[in-house]
């Protein structure tokens, strides 16, 4: 799949995700969120990594609140434009949060703490696309690729994709620089990466 077409079956996809009114993204973010909260992986993760949805992305709100409930540690990432890269710093629910450039919000680095990638037991990815395969079409900027360069499968932490069903696609082009995950949970099934 070449550059261009990448970048279609994003901006399509997208759009299809903008377009789901505010009761199907409810409904399909509860459905996730019940899954999860089934998964050995979530139940005995302590240090656990989530996101900010934005542009019609499953919504993390139900996860987040349950892990805080839990006494779960949560953190959240702060994009890094320099590096390119992703930081991630704990969160409570008191928290005030900022817009970064994207129009995400993110937890204020000074009133926060740090954590290594690496420390995670968990982290929730948002994605564009996903195939069988675990393999992720993110926004195109690269900074979950290169904040996990380090992982495999098997090894800390889990990296789990969080999208709807039709957002799966029958191949998701990867090079060696392309992260894949560990799972898919949507609203309608789990997938798992077959190499994990």
């Known amino acids: ?23 199907q993204r409810h409904d399909a973010s509860i459905a996730v969120w019940l899954r999860i909260i089934e998964q050995s992986f979530f139940k005995e993760a302590q240090h ?19 892990s805080a409930r839990l006494g779960k540690n949560i953190y959240l990432p702060i994009v890094k434009p320099e590096a ?6 704990h969160y409570t629910l008191k928290m005030k949060m900022a817009m970064n450039q994207y129009g995400i ?20 990815v948002p994605l564009v696309a996903f195939d069988a395969h675990c393999r992720r079409l993110g926004m195109g900027k690269g900074y979950y690729d290169r904040t996990f360069a380090f992982h495999q499968p098997l090894s800390k932490p889990m990296l789990v994709g969080l999208g709807y069903a039709f ?27 077959p190499k994990a």
């Open 167 to 193: 957002q799966e696609v029958p191949l998701v082009p990867s090079n060696e620089t392309d992260i894949a995950l560990d799972k898919v949970v949507t609203h309608q099934a789990i997938f798992e990466n």
């Open 48 to 66: 656990i990594a989530l996101y900010m949805p934005i542009q019609g992305e499953l919504d993390t709100k139900p996860i987040l609140q349950t």
């Open 84 to 89: 390119s890269t992703l930081d991630f710093y």
């Open 105 to 124: 919000l993110e937890p204020p680095e000074q009133a926060s703490e740090y954590i290594e990638p690496q420390k995670l037991d968990l982290v929730f």
């Open 1 to 23: 799949m070449t550059h261009q077409a990448k970048q279609l079956l994003r901006q399509s996809l997208k759009k299809l995700r903008r377009n789901l009114s505010r009761s």
